[in-house]
């Protein structure tokens, strides 16, 4: 499985934007989705994840009631639409996949979980 994120720029305080993750290869073994993000000398920050079904979503306090995380299965890609953009969102954002559905459970929000993960995309937003 191959993830390709893209969809990342530069926007101002208070814009939008939305990201996008192409799962491409054995897309069969696609199960259960997740976003995360990184800024220099931190560690990967989970964000949002996504079940199978797009029924299952899960998200950061951070970003809770301005990100919107989404799924198009036929398409074999995922959404992020992110609102109400603060510079604290400022990171390298990556997207990620399990062969393992997503649930409510705290391993759904741990890197660890995902076996398969896009290169990133870069987000800046500017005060």
């Known amino acids: 499985v191959q993830l390709q994120a893209y969809g990342g720029g530069l926007v101002q305080a208070g814009g939008s934007l939305r990201l996008s993750c192409a799962a491409s290869g054995r897309t069969s073994d696609v199960y259960g989705m997740a976003w995360f993000r990184q800024v220099p000398e931190k560690e990967r920050e989970f964000v949002a994840a996504?079940?199978?079904?797009?029924?299952?979503?899960w998200y950061a306090d951070s970003v809770k009631g301005r990100f919107t995380c989404s799924r198009d299965n036929a398409n074999s890609t995922m959404y992020l639409q992110m609102n109400s953009l603060k510079p604290e969102d400022t990171a390298v954002y990556y997207c990620?996949?399990?062969?393992?559905?997503?649930?409510?459970?705290?391993?759904?929000?741990?890197?660890?979980?995902?076996?398969?993960w896009g290169q990133g995309t870069q987000v800046t937003v500017s005060s």
């Open positions: 996504i079940s199978w079904s797009g029924r299952g979503t």
């Open positions: 990620a996949a399990d062969s393992e559905d997503s649930d409510a459970g705290l391993g759904t929000m741990e890197p660890a979980k995902y076996n398969y």
